[in-house]
Every structure is written in structure tokens, then in C-alpha cells.
């Protein structure tokens, strides 16, 4: 089989990877209305920050029951984003937390999370930079 070829990384490429938000469920929310997406968007860049924060903190201090209240916090906003990677270890940290404390590695899903949460917020921003270009 052709299982080994290498796609190439070119920069070309890496632009049109796809994002780790998908804004489908906030465009039929809002009814297609840009100014109330961005909105939407803003704000939980803004919000999402700080309850990021205290969850890398709680990952650090292993306290799962910090993270739970931070990740069970976050999960909506995550969901409205529409990203789904970074959902999904909310959701498996939020479960830990509740089902099986030490089970896991809190700092390992928590670095996990940080590094989807930031990549996504960085896409987001990019987003709302191309809506300003293109509203002047």
C-alpha cells in the first residue's frame, strides 16, 4: 500500500488545515448574524482565559476537585465554540474528577487541554482579525 508517503508541510498547506473551532452551532444560534458571533466570540476569549488559568493552576496542585468546577465550568463555552478536541479531555477531566480521582494523570490532562485551549483561542483571534478586515 501507499501508507508511507509524506504530505509535505508547506506553508500553503498549514493554511488550509482545518480549525480546531467550528462555528456552525454559533452561526445557526445567532442566525447568521456576524456582529453577534463576533460577539460571542470575544467573550468567551475573554471568560475562557481566566477559568484556563485556574484550571492549569488546579493541574499543577493535583486538585481534581478545582478542576472539575473549572472544567465543568468551561464545558458550555467550549461546546458553543464548537471545539470538539478540547471538549472532549474537559469532558474526560470533568468525569475523572467526579468518577475516579487519581486515576489519571490531572497535570497531564490539564497540559493536554492548555495547549487545545490555546491553539483554539489563537485560531479564534486570527478569526476575529479577518472579520475586522473584511468589515473596513
Do not use: C
Not at 31 to 41: A, M, N, T
Not at 97 to 106: D, F, R, V, Y
Amino acid at each position: 500500500g501507499t501508507g508511507n508517503a509524506v504530505i509535505p508541510k508547506s506553508p500553503d498547506i498549514m493554511e488550509n488545515t482545518t480549525t480546531l473551532y467550528d462555528l456552525t452551532f454559533l452561526n445557526k444560534f445567532t442566525k447568521g448574524d456576524p456582529e453577534k458571533v463576533e460577539r460571542y466570540v470575544q467573550t468567551y476569549l475573554r471568560t475562557s482565559e481566566r477559568i484556563f488559568n485556574e484550571l492549569e493552576d488546579a493541574g499543577r496542585q493535583g486538585s481534581w476537585e478545582d478542576a472539575y468546577t473549572k472544567a465543568h465550568t468551561v464545558k458550555p463555552q467550549v461546546q458553543y465554540m464548537g471545539i470538539d478536541s478540547l471538549l472532549k479531555i474537559i469532558m474526560e477531566i470533568e468525569h475523572k474528577a467526579k468518577n475516579e480521582p487519581g486515576s489519571a494523570n490531572l497535570a497531564e490532562l490539564v497540559g493536554n487541554a492548555m495547549e487545545l485551549y490555546n491553539r483554539s483561542a489563537n485560531e479564534l483571534r486570527s478569526y476575529l482579525q479577518d472579520l475586522s478586515k473584511d468589515a473596513h
